[in-house]
């Protein structure tokens, strides 16, 4: 026996014949035992919305993504939905007059967001439109709430939340994703579609939002960032707290939550995991502002290989259990899978 057989018998031996590599050899074995798969049917496409027409401005802190106007945003709604990604969540950054301690342009049924609903599910039907009713866009202070003496009050910001998301079912929105945080208000806004008879409009719960540092380019995209006064961490969860966590997600699902949502998403994928094996309800992780820029601009000094980081982060929320994505990066993950 040569020294290369002897060597094989060895490894046979510890390995007692189990060799993991036979099953990746090849590409089509690997394909075959693939536990996970990335569809553009996990991609939620998040959009910016600006006043006026034939605007598509770029937002430095986030290469590649653009502010439009409602007429803009309605042709890529129709690029989106040829791509076959789902749905659009929609997040506008309306004029600084309109702005005020009590986010009162929320409740107005042609606001931005309404008149965004409205032209996109006229023009293009067939894609989802999902929209958020936390007041930070349009409040002079930045915080998603009612700011009070310092304090941003609970049950008066759940009020304005629940009359905000039954003007926005009126205007077509098909789920409601309500990301301030506010105690009780899945219930609230439950009760108030029902009430006004949108008991098909869903609610996706911003189960899990964690009070975190990737949020910065978001806030620059909507204009908060200069506004903000203090932090949100008095409403929004503590990084370090993953029970307390699930503890609020099963709260939003005794209220009557559809689905529910990790935020940000790849700093907190064992929450996501958690969350489909505690409740097994929908789960989708949004992928914030962050997590895109950072990628992006790792790409851009070309220290990371763009579109394999991509996908590769992408398919790790599917391995974490997530139902789906809201990512920034939808159009060109739905275009690269087009392509495989």
Same mark, same amino acid.
């Given at each position: ?44 496409? $998040? ?15 986030? $290469? ?15 690029? *989106? ?55 930070? $866009? ?78 910065? $380019? ?97 398919? *790790? ?24």
């Amino acid at each position: 026996m040569n020294s290369n057989e002897d060597k094989t018998h060895i490894v046979d031996r510890i390995t007692g014949h189990r060799r993991m590599r036979r099953i990746r050899k090849t590409d089509w074995q690997r394909r075959m035992v693939r536990e996970n798969q990335l569809s553009v049917d996990d991609l939620i496409w $998040p959009v910016f919305v600006v006043p006026g027409t034939n605007i598509s401005e770029p937002i430095p802190a986030m $290469p590649g993504v653009e502010r439009m106007s409602v007429d803009r945003l309605v042709e890529a709604a129709r690029m *989106a939905a040829d791509l076959g990604i789902p749905a659009l969540a929609t997040f506008p950054n309306i004029e600084m007059e309109k702005r005020d301690q009590t986010g009162s342009e929320i409740l107005n049924p042609d606001n931005l967001i309404n008149q965004a609903t409205r032209a996109v599910k006229k023009a293009v039907p067939e894609i989802g439109m999902i929209t958020d009713v936390a007041l930070d $866009p349009f409040t002079s202070h930045g915080h998603d709430g009612i700011l009070r003496d310092g304090i941003i009050v609970n049950d008066e910001t759940v009020e304005h939340v629940v009359k905000a998301a039954i003007a926005q079912a009126e205007a077509g929105s098909d789920i409601i994703a309500p990301s301030e945080m506010m105690d009780g208000r899945i219930g609230a806004i439950r009760q108030g579609l029902d009430a006004h008879g949108f008991q098909d409009v869903g609610i996706m719960s911003y189960a899990t939002k964690f009070s975190s540092g990737y949020y910065g $380019p978001y806030r620059e995209a909507i204009s908060t960032g200069g506004l903000l006064k203090g932090d949100k961490a008095t409403y929004y969860v503590d990084p370090a707290n993953g029970t307390e966590a699930l503890r609020d997600a099963a709260l939003d699902v005794e209220e009557g939550a559809d689905m529910l949502m990790v935020k940000p998403g790849l700093p907190y994928l064992d929450i996501c995991w958690r969350l489909k094996e505690a409740f097994s309800l929908p789960v989708f992780a949004y992928q914030v502002s962050g997590e895109y820029s950072m990628l992006k601009v790792a790409a851009e000094r070309g220290l990371i290989d763009g579109d394999r980081v991509m996908m590769e982060t992408l398919l *790790a929320f599917k391995r974490a259990g997530c139902d789906g994505i809201l990512t920034y990066f939808a159009v060109d993950a739905a275009k690269k899978l087009a392509k495989a």
